[in-house]
């Protein structure tokens, strides 16, 4: 059974950090790439990062870069998305989601999704 799970979600005041994690098990494919997406009230959803299946690639959102780290232990089936500098602007629920071979910032072109963890950025 193919599952993503996502932890580490939670309230932070601006300019904390947090570091959510996605759990993923029951794939049989060795060519995976994990994307996290956000999605805030009224918005559409949102690519935040993504990561190659050897860890090797990643990209991220304009917004997020130099102040989120996305990486993989592969040996977990595990995927990190840290996030500093957190800004109200953040605070959405974070999904990771998978599809093979390719990361995408298009959300309609992965297959399986977590439940998503809440990011509150509020002081």
């Known amino acids: 059974q193919l599952q993503l799970v996502e932890s580490g979600g939670g309230l932070v005041q601006p300019g904390g950090s947090l570091r959510l994690s996605c759990a993923a098990s029951g794939f049989t494919s060795d060519y995976y790439v994990i994307g996290w997406f956000r999605q805030a009230p009224g918005k559409e959803r949102e690519g935040v990062s993504c990561?190659?299946?050897?860890?090797?690639?990643?990209n991220y959102g304009e917004s997020m870069k130099g102040r989120f780290t996305i990486s993989r232990d592969n040996s977990k089936n595990t995927v990190y998305l840290q996030m500093n500098s957190l800004k109200p602007e953040d605070t959405a629920v974070y999904y990771c989601?998978?599809?093979?071979?390719?990361?995408?910032?298009?959300?309609?072109?992965?297959?399986?999704w977590g439940q998503g963890t809440q990011v509150t950025v509020s002081s």
């Open positions: 990561i190659s299946s050897s860890g090797g690639r990643t």
């Open positions: 989601a998978v599809r093979n071979y390719r990361c995408s910032g298009s959300p309609g072109l992965y297959d399986y």
